[in-house]
């Protein structure tokens, strides 16, 4: 059986660390930085699949995680923090629908 792994096991284990540990620091942190947490998590898990991941989803991360260190300064701006929220949201629909190549079936 052919491997499409894109992590490495240390690679996971630090994603790991990163989210159990924000998790944490959660509990003591105001609320709306959960989000921030978990976009912390998708750039680092972005940074680490790139190079091994195929064409479309390289096209999805080349194309939409760059935006996330300008989300982060944003933050204080909950409307635009929002909306910048959203767009990522449909561009991992969109990224989703081609992956699965359920795009133009609907």
Known sequence: MQSNWVLKED???ELLALLITSARIQMDEPAHYGPLRLLTAAE?????IEA??????R???EGNIERIPAMHM??????AYTEG???LCRAVAACLLRH???EGEA
Do not use: C, H, N, W
């Open 100 to 102: 699965s190549s359920l």
């Open 59 to 61: 096209e999805f991360l």
């Open 74 to 79: 944003r933050m204080s701006d909950v409307d």
């Open 85 to 87: 929220l959203d767009a």
């Open 11 to 13: 690679e996971a284990i």
């Open 44 to 48: 680092r898990l972005s940074s680490l």
């Open 52 to 57: 091994r991941s195929s064409q479309k989803a």
